[in-house]
């Protein structure tokens, strides 16, 4: 898991914390999926050390919101 401001995600009034990929994921547009999915694995793979992505996110009222995401890698241990 990683720390984040959930706020980012568009889901004000939630709480701040721990967050899993499969959770975040899950409220990526469909159209949008691959494109997150892949550039994400790349920079986990140590292909890139930034990420940087413009997407659709869906709040907890339904509706659609776009989101511009960066993250950058601040260190890896031995397993990468």
């Given at each position: 898991a990683a720390t984040c401001d959930i706020d980012v995600f568009g889901l004000r009034g939630q709480t701040r914390g721990r967050f899993?990929?499969?959770?975040?994921l899950a409220r990526c547009h469909p159209d949008d999926l691959a494109a997150v999915r892949q550039t994400w694995h790349a920079m986990l793979k140590g292909e890139d050390t930034d990420y940087e992505q413009v997407y659709r996110v869906q709040t907890r009222s339904g509706r659609w919101r776009w989101q511009r995401v960066r993250a950058t890698v601040a260190s890896r241990d031995a397993d990468g």
């Open positions: 899993v990929l499969d959770e975040w």
